[in-house]
C-alpha cells in the first residue's frame, strides 16, 4: 500500500507556471506507476498524464501536451508535474495516483492509490 500527498497547486495568472509535487510513503515508490489526473467542477475527473516506474514512459493529455511535463524522482519518493503556459481551462483539483500494473494508464479505475488533491486556479 502506498499514501500520496499532493503540493505545489494555488493561484496563478494565465501563461504561468506552477509546478506539483506528489510525496508517496509505503510501499516502495519505483514498484508504481503514477499518473496524474484533475477535475474541474461539474466535470468528471480526467486523465492528465502518467510515468512508468522508471521514468522511461510519459503519457500526456492532448490538452496539455507540449505545456505540461511529468517526471518522478524514486530516491526522493516523489512524483511532480511541470505546468507551463497555463490557461483558466486548467483550473482544477489535481490528484496524482499509482498503480502497481504497467498497462492502460489513462483511466481513473486503473489506478489503486489516490491523493486528497491540490486545487490549482488560473485566473484570465
Known amino acids: 500500500q502506498v499514501q500520496l500527498v499532493e503540493s505545489g497547486g494555488g493561484l496563478v495568472q494565465a501563461e504561468g507556471s506552477l509546478r506539483l509535487s506528489c510525496a508517496a510513503s509505503g510501499r516502495t515508490f519505483s514498484y508504481y506507476a503514477m499518473g496524474w489526473f484533475r477535475q474541474a467542477p461539474g466535470k468528471e475527473r480526467e486523465f492528465v498524464a502518467a510515468?512508468?516506474?522508471?521514468?522511461?514512459?510519459?503519457y500526456y493529455a492532448d490538452s496539455v501536451k507540449g505545456r505540461f511535463t511529468i517526471s518522478r524522482d524514486n530516491a526522493k519518493n516523489t512524483l511532480y508535474l511541470q505546468m507551463n503556459s497555463l490557461k483558466p481551462e486548467d483550473t482544477a483539483v489535481y490528484y496524482c495516483a499509482a498503480t502497481p500494473n504497467s498497462g492502460n494508464l489513462y483511466l481513473t479505475y486503473d489506478y489503486d492509490y489516490w491523493g486528497q488533491g491540490t486545487q490549482v486556479t488560473v485566473s484570465s
Open positions: 510515468i512508468n516506474w522508471n521514468g522511461g514512459s510519459t
